[in-house]
Structure formats: C-alpha cells, structure tokens
C-alpha cells in the first residue's frame, strides 16, 4: 500500500493538471462554469495524467534504445518553461508532418542564445514561446537525428507529454533521466500509473 504522502502528491498532481486542461480548453475566465467543474472533478477521479506511446528509431538511443520502445508519458496540456524543463524528454507534433509525434529532448528554452553550425550565421536567441530539441543519439548526423538542427526552434504548444518510463524489452526498462525537478513532480505519478505489464502487452503489439 502506497504511504499517505503519495497519494496526496498524485492528487495534487490531477488537480494541477485539470485547471491547466481547463484553461486550454474554456480559456483563463474568472467563472467557473458548470462544464468547467465537471470537467476537472472527472480528471480528478476518473481520468489518468499518463498514456503509452510508442516509439520508433534510433534517434534517442541509448535512452531509448536503439530500435525504440514504449514509453510512459506524462500528459502536458499547457506546455511551458515551468511545467517542462531544459533536460527533458518530451513527445511534441513533428513540426514538418503535425500527424506524427516526435520524441526528443528538451535542451533550451525561450531566452536562451543558441550558436550556429555555420560559421556565417549570427547567435539568435530563442523568442518566447519557443524551445530547442535535440536526439540523444550522438551518432548521428544533425539531417539523420531530424531535430532542431534540421527543422529550426519548435513551439512549446507542440509539446504534448513528457516521457517519465520506458519499456525497451521485457527485462530492459526503467524511469527515464529527465530534469531533477521533473523527476521528482513525476515520482507519484509513477508510484500510481506505471503498469510495466500493461505498457509489455502494448509493445508486442
């Protein structure tokens, strides 16, 4: 049995995420309407921060093995620079093709002053709203790695998740390195969401 201080932690959790769904869904009005509160009493009680995604590649690897795997991800309604941090693994619309999702890591922020690959281009510092994600894998080249090297600076909007596990095969899996505040905002969600069986069965899918 989970102690007390998780169980208070994962409500806390809901109850951030639901008024953050709220506000991206009916906007940040002052009344709290009778759709609103229905709403966030259902993420409370009914609904799950977390959903499985699967991914495929070798774009993140060694993090995420070199032929993919299942991923946990924690849901972000309202992404931004104080709900996800620079270091973390987040799942965002591939820029280029917003049917897929992509997933990389997140290494800046708006604010930040990115250096050019050529030496003809100026520093430009990221505008807000905007973030930098690069692929883990330090193998590849920049156009085989498809990410902010290719494609340029991505909105934070676009970020839908942040990766907190990830089921590579039956016996490799394990909570995935992100920031140290994430991975002690996620700790609860993981004591309460993660369902290793559930996540094994998908992957053989």
Request: glycine residues 6%; hydrophobic residues 35%.
């Amino acid at each position: 049995m989970l102690p007390p201080p998780t169980w208070v932690r994962y409500f806390i959790s809901k109850l951030e995420y639901s008024v953050s769904l709220t506000r991206k869904t009916y906007g940040r009005g002052d009344i709290m309407d009778a759709d609103r509160l229905d709403t966030i009493i259902k993420t409370i009680f009914v609904g799950r921060l977390t959903f499985l995604h699967r991914n495929k590649g070798e774009e993140m690897a060694p993090t995420i093995g070199t032929h993919g795997g299942t991923l946990l991800v924690r849901k972000i309604p309202d992404a931004n620079p104080m709900s996800v941090y620079v270091g973390d693994v987040v799942v965002l619309k591939d820029p280029i093709n917003s049917d897929k999702y992509l997933v990389r890591r997140l290494a800046a922020v708006e604010g930040y002053e990115m250096a050019s690959t050529d030496e003809n281009d100026e520093p430009f510092v990221l505008e807000k709203d905007q973030c930098w994600v690069l692929a883990d894998n330090e193998n590849l080249k920049p156009k085989e790695a498809y990410d902010s090297r290719t494609f340029g600076p991505v909105t934070m909007s676009d970020i839908v998740g942040r990766v907190i596990y990830c089921l590579r095969n039956a016996v490799d899996h394990g909570p995935v390195n992100n920031s140290r505040v994430s991975a002690s905002q996620d700790s609860p969600v993981l004591e309460m969401e993660l369902d290793v069986d559930e996540m094994a069965k998908n992957h053989k899918e």
